[in-house]
C-alpha cells in the first residue's frame, strides 16, 4: 500500500485488496444464489473443491460446477490484473455537527432525509444525523467520508469477448468495494482511532461486526446521487481518477463514496417514501429546485 498522509490518498495493489472482496455480491451479479458464494471459503484443492460439490443436493451440482469454475476463471483474471493495475482510495475525516436534517462537514452544508413512514413497532423516524452530536451541543465531532475507485482502464479491456468483458467489470466493482473495506479499516484503526483494539476476521469485516456504519450515496439511507457534487468539493476524488457527469453519476463505473460514522448506535436504514412537504424543503436545503429534486429521489416519492 502506498499512502500519501497529507491528502489521505490510498493506493492498492489488487492482491492487497482481493482478500477483501465479498462474494456474494460476485456471484449475484452472475446470477448465483449467495450459498454458491461458499466455493471463495475453501481450500483451493481438487479434494476440497469435490467435497464441497458434494454439499449440494444432486440437482444443484452442475450450477456449483458452474460457481467453481467461474470462481478459478476470476482468480486467473484477478492475477493478470493485478500485473497492471491498482485500486485507490481517498478519505477525509471531517469536524462534523448535525443541525436539524443536516451535517455539517468541515463547513459545508450536507442535506440529508429522514424517514417519514411510520413503523408498525412504533420506533422513531430516522436520518443519518441522528448518530452525529448536534451542533447546539457546541461540541464537535468528526465524520469520515470517502471515495474508491479502480483505475479507469480495466473498464476497458476485452471488448471483443463479452465473457471476459463482464468478468473484467463485475470484478472491477468488486475491488472497489474491496479498497473501500480496507480503507474503512485503517481509518477505524489508525488514522481516526476510534476502533483501536478493533480485531477482526476478513469474514467479520465483511458481516459488518465493526462499530460504526458506512453509508454509501445511492443506497438506501443516502439516495439522492447529487450530493456527490458536495463530496467532490471536499474530496477532490480527481486525484484518484473519478469524474462526475452533470446529473453526479461517477466515472469510471466501478466507484464508490459515502459517509464514514463512528456512533456505537449508528446502524442501517432505508429512508423510503417521503412527502412533498420534506421533497420541498430538502430542495431548499440542497439549493436546488423541486423539479430538480424530485428528479434525484423519483425512488423515493
Not at 195 to 224: M, T
Request: hydrophobic share 40%; glycine share 6%; net charge negative.
Amino acid at each position: 500500500m502506498m499512502n500519501s498522509p497529507a491528502d489521505n490518498v490510498l493506493t492498492y495493489p489488487i492482491h492487497e485488496v482481493s482478500p477483501y472482496i465479498n462474494w456474494i455480491y460476485f456471484f449475484h451479479a452472475w446470477g448465483f444464489q449467495p450459498r454458491f458464494s461458499t466455493i471463495a471459503d475453501i481450500h483451493g484443492c481438487d479434494s476440497c473443491r469435490a467435497m464441497w460439490l458434494t454439499t449440494f443436493p444432486e440437482g444443484e451440482r452442475a450450477k456449483a460446477a458452474e460457481a467453481m469454475q467461474l470462481f478459478k476463471e476470476a482468480n486467473r483474471m484477478l492475477n493478470q490484473l493485478d500485473e497492471e493495475f491498482r485500486v485507490h482510495a481517498v478519505f477525509r475525516l471531517c469536524k462534523a455537527n448535525a443541525d436539524g436534517d443536516n451535517l455539517l462537514l468541515d463547513g459545508t452544508l450536507f442535506p440529508l432525509l429522514r424517514q417519514q413512514i411510520p413503523h408498525p413497532d412504533g420506533s422513531p423516524f430516522l436520518c443519518l444525523s441522528d448518530f452525529v452530536r448536534p451542533l447546539s451541543s457546541g461540541i464537535p465531532d468528526v465524520v469520515g467520508i470517502f471515495a474508491a475507485s479502480c483505475d479507469g482502464g480495466i473498464e476497458l479491456l476485452y471488448e471483443n469477448d463479452p465473457y471476459k468483458r463482464m468478468l473484467v467489470q463485475t470484478l472491477a466493482d468488486r475491488l472497489a468495494e474491496a479498497a473501500t473495506e480496507k480503507m474503512h479499516e485503517y481509518v477505524r484503526k489508525i488514522a481516526w482511532g476510534y476502533a483501536k483494539e478493533e480485531h477482526l476476521s476478513i469474514p467479520e469485516l465483511l458481516k459488518e461486526k465493526f462499530q460504526g456504519i458506512r453509508p454509501a450515496v445511492g443506497y438506501p439511507s443516502l439516495p439522492d446521487q447529487s450530493v456527490n457534487f458536495l463530496l467532490n468539493q471536499l474530496l477532490h476524488m480527481e486525484q484518484i481518477g473519478i469524474s462526475l457527469t452533470e446529473n453526479g453519476a461517477m466515472r469510471p463505473h466501478a466507484t464508490v463514496c459515502g459517509l464514514m460514522l463512528a456512533h456505537p448506535a449508528s446502524r442501517y436504514f432505508a429512508v423510503g417514501k417521503i412527502g412533498n412537504d420534506q421533497l420541498e424543503d430538502y430542495a431548499r436545503r440542497r439549493g436546488i429546485s423541486v423539479t430538480e429534486a424530485k428528479k434525484f429521489l423519483a425512488s423515493n416519492l
